[in-house]
């Protein structure tokens, strides 16, 4: 098992539709990041949570709404999205914000 | 300037080549280092972290840090098949309310049987 686990890996959803990417981490860590991942692009950072309070929002338009109801899970819920929100977003966690970060494997989402 | 550039590939080597991949940064005031490989349709995975300049070795993998220079490296030596992959390096600086790793783009290797 891994020490962070996403889903769905990947998901397909239209402009209109509301969707949720779930991720887990069982590495007993405080902190949880989203991260953005276009082509030829840096990593982006979207979000960050530490012990389940968000201390960085990354100028993320409303249409990417997290969630992290404990320290273990974190969620990102979609609505409304449009085609370039088409990437790969990676969870991943860190003993506290600033440590060394473990990402997940990621969903691939596809906004069409 | 950005504040991190990476050639981003692809390079290719043959099998059993000594690879050399690199990172240029502006911010003099980053201290830790790392470098991460990416297989194809993957997560990210830590290979090596580093804080301040020097070697430090882990089996096949050497990562180099030159803060004068502002240039870190990543050295694998006799590569494999297997170590095709895309190589993040990512730094971060120690400052209060400051969570944000800079990442590279990314160096696609491959390394040829």
Avoid at chain 2, 82 to 102: E, H, R
Wanted: hydrophobic share 30%.
């Amino acid at each position: 098992e891994t020490g962070v686990t996403q889903t769905p890996r990947h998901l397909v959803m239209g402009m209109t539709n509301k969707k949720s990417l779930k991720c887990e981490q069982h590495l007993g860590h405080n902190a949880m990041y989203w991260y953005k991942q276009s082509a030829k692009k840096p990593l982006e950072l979207m979000f960050v949570y530490s012990l389940e309070e968000r201390v960085e929002n990354n100028s993320v338009p409303s249409r990417f709404s997290p969630e992290c109801p404990n320290s273990s899970h974190l969620f990102l819920h979609l609505h409304t999205l449009q085609p370039e929100d088409s990437a790969l977003y990676l969870c991943a966690s860190s003993q506290d914000p600033g440590n060394t970060i473990y990402f997940g494997e990621g969903s691939w989402l596809t906004v069409v | 300037q950005k504040e991190v550039e990476q050639d981003p590939g692809p390079l290719s080597v043959p099998e059993g080549a000594i690879v050399s991949l690199n990172c240029t940064y502006s911010n003099s005031a980053f201290q830790y280092f790392m470098w991460y490989r990416q297989y194809s349709r993957k997560g990210p995975e830590l290979l090596m972290y580093t804080y301040s300049s020097g070697n430090k070795e882990d089996g096949r993998f050497t990562a180099q840090v030159d803060k004068s220079s502002k240039y870190i490296s990543l050295f694998i030596r006799d590569s494999q098949p297997s170590d095709s992959a895309t190589y993040l390096c990512a730094m971060w600086k120690f400052a209060p309310g400051t969570y944000k790793y800079i990442f590279g783009t990314g160096t696609r290797l491959k390394v040829l049987a």
